[in-house]
């Protein structure tokens, strides 16, 4: 498969505790985009990678949110010490370049915080 | 604020007929628009898109109209088929910008 891959698919977690989600861009791409989804709207803009760079954060919460595209391996959006509002899906995308285009995602993580 | 809606919520169609689908927009600084069709529990799927420097773009059963002057743009499906009932977003760029803004989205239910 050669499309946006994100792990896991479902994640539960305790208020409190650390979620970590994961996206492998495709194959060709590096830029990556994470949007988050609460129910009923529509996915808003958190963070812009490139390889080793983070290139624009401004959607994302200025405390317990980190995003990192390392040289090796995939994507991670990290949350720390979750609270009930981050029940969500979290959703990847990748380019091929910058600009206008489209983008293209992944199935997304869905984050539940009990 | 929400700067790409889709007033639509919902809508239904008969098997064969138009869909039409319609985002409107209130940031003249947008100038790339897409369209992406989602299914439940899965990501979005690109559709199609348009630049603001065309009106219209087609691609098979798909086809966006883009009217700069009101802000708004739509997406025309024919002939409609049960396979495209999903959730249909509009989105919106700016060149040099790195997000996509996105609309609420609009249940489409096409009716065999």
């Known amino acids: 498969n050669a499309g946006v891959m994100q792990n896991p698919r479902h994640l539960v977690r305790r208020r409190g505790q650390e979620a970590r989600l994961r996206c492998s861009p495709m194959?060709?791409?590096?830029?990556v985009y994470w949007y988050r989804q609460l129910p009923e709207e529509g996915l808003k803009f958190m963070v812009y990678l490139q390889k080793e760079n983070i290139i624009d954060e401004s959607g994302m919460p200025k405390e317990r949110f980190s995003a990192e595209f390392p040289k090796e391996g995939p994507s991670i959006l990290r949350i720390q010490q979750v609270v009930r509002g981050d029940s969500a899906a979290y959703f990847c995308?990748?380019?091929?370049?910058?600009?206008?285009?489209?983008?293209?995602f992944g199935d997304g993580t869905r984050l539940s915080i009990l | 604020d929400q700067q790409v809606k889709q007033n639509s919520p919902s809508l239904s169609v008969q098997e064969g007929r138009i869909s039409i689908l319609n985002c409107d927009y209130t940031?003249?600084?947008?100038?790339?628009f897409l369209w992406y069709k989602k299914y439940p529990a899965e990501g979005p799927t690109f559709l199609i898109s348009?630049?603001?420097?065309?009106d219209k773009n087609e691609d098979g059963r798909f086809t966006v109209f883009l009217n700069k002057s009101a802000k708004h743009l739509s997406l025309h499906i024919e002939p409609s088929q049960p396979g495209d009932s999903a959730v249909y977003f509009c989105a919106a760029s700016v060149t040099g910008a790195n997000n996509l803004f996105f609309g609420t989205g609009t249940r489409l239910t096409v009716i065999p």
């Open positions: 940031n003249s600084m947008f100038d790339y």
């Open positions: 348009i630049s603001s420097i065309k």
């Open positions: 194959k060709g791409h590096s830029h």
């Open positions: 995308a990748s380019s091929p370049r910058q600009g206008p285009q489209p983008q293209h």
